[in-house]
């Protein structure tokens, strides 16, 4: 599985300086120090993908409205048909607590 390629101490590290975020703005303090501009709006942009993809949006939809590339697209696609359902696991919680709000 590939994310065993990804485990060791220094990502872990990473992983629980991010669940010790209490809410958005400490989101917003953390990313902004540990990430350049760049790098946080590729994340965000793959994530939209994501969920329009899950909605069953066209890649000329998603390419127009998120200016992601076709590739791009292609590798979000190849993710969620393919990956470790990361996508799937977190697009499934925010929908549930959005119909709960």
């Known amino acids: 599985m590939q994310i065993d390629k990804l485990r060791g ?3 872990d590290q990473l992983f629980d300086a991010i669940l010790s975020l209490e809410d958005r703005e400490e989101c917003y303090k953390f990313f902004d ?3 350049t501009m760049s ?3 590729s994340l965000a942009q793959r994530f939209q ?6 909605e ?3 890649y000329n939809a998603i390419e127009k409205e998120t200016k992601a590339s076709t590739a791009t697209i292609s590798r979000v696609r ?6 470790s359902d990361g996508y799937k696991l ?3 919680r ?3 607590k959005e119909d709960n709000e």
């Open 78 to 83: 190849r993710c969620i048909d393919y990956g």
């Open 39 to 41: 790098e946080i709006q």
């Open 49 to 54: 993908v994501a969920k329009m993809l899950t």
């Open 9 to 11: 101490k220094q990502l």
């Open 90 to 92: 977190v697009i499934d």
């Open 33 to 35: 120090d540990i990430a």
């Open 94 to 96: 925010i929908k549930e």
């Open 56 to 58: 069953g949006e066209t």
